[in-house]
């Protein structure tokens, strides 16, 4: 049962352009959506997340889409760097539900 | 302090070996996790306290059984595993308000 779905394994995007990073639910119960950034042999960072009653936020280089009627999440870096090359999830959580759901994580690799 | 500790940070047990894996916060955080990752694979949930008690149990077969003595502190304690247990496991707490996570870094575990 795969209610979250990020479909691309990977991505290569060259420094300074933009990355655009997907996520697809099938749950409309899910109201609180989040990013996490994941460096090998480290624990998943928090990023920046979106509540069900916006449509985007923004924070610094780092921007979140929300568009629920297509039930998409995206997030977008602009630009790139390559400090940002990492695996990237996005959480989907349920209002007043301590359950978070990850995707499977999209890899990026931002090129110099 | 806005860190969630694990110790160890690697470990390598036996199948019949009886361990534990720790987890610390004080950031004043009600709900602590315990999640298994495989390589490749998103955090998968395990255990859920709140309010240092046992909220979600996803089916984790009883070779896994958690303890959280007080707020600050949750234990995953180990016996019994099989090979195919050696994963990272990651502890995250939130404020129950809040619905980002702060991850620890993880314990790499491999049962020989």
């Known amino acids: 049962d795969q209610q979250v779905k990020q479909n691309s394994p990977s991505l290569s995007v060259q420094e300074g352009r933009i990355s655009i990073l997907n996520c697809d639910y099938t749950?409309?119960?899910?109201?609180?959506f989040l990013w996490y950034k994941k460096y090998p042999a480290e624990g998943p960072t928090f990023l920046i997340s979106?509540?069900?009653?916006?449509d985007k936020n923004e924070d610094g280089r780092f921007t979140v889409f929300l568009n629920k009627s297509a039930k998409h999440l995206s997030l977008h870096i602009v630009p790139s760097q390559p400090g940002d090359s990492a695996v990237y999830f996005c959480?989907?959580?349920?209002?007043?539900?301590?359950?978070?759901?990850f995707g499977a994580g999209t890899r990026l690799t931002v090129k110099p | 302090d806005t860190e969630v500790t694990q110790t160890p940070k690697h470990l390598v047990m036996g199948m019949t070996n009886k361990k534990s894996l720790k987890c610390e916060q004080h950031m004043g955080h009600r709900a602590m996790y315990w999640y298994k990752q495989k390589a490749k694979k998103p955090p998968e949930l395990m255990f859920v306290?709140?309010?240092?008690?046992?909220?979600i149990n996803e089916s984790v077969p009883s070779r896994f059984s958690p303890e959280c003595p007080n707020s600050s502190l949750l234990n995953l304690h180990l016996h019994a595993l099989q090979p195919e247990d050696s994963a990272l496991y990651l502890c995250?707490?939130?404020?129950?308000?809040?619905?980002?996570?702060?991850f620890g870094s993880g314990t790499r575990l491999t049962v020989v």
């Open positions: 959480a989907l959580r349920a209002y007043n539900n301590n359950d978070m759901r």
């Open positions: 749950n409309s119960m899910f109201d609180y």
């Open positions: 979106i509540s069900s009653i916006k």
């Open positions: 995250a707490s939130s404020l129950r308000e809040n619905y980002g996570y702060t």
């Open positions: 306290y709140s309010y240092e008690k046992l909220s």
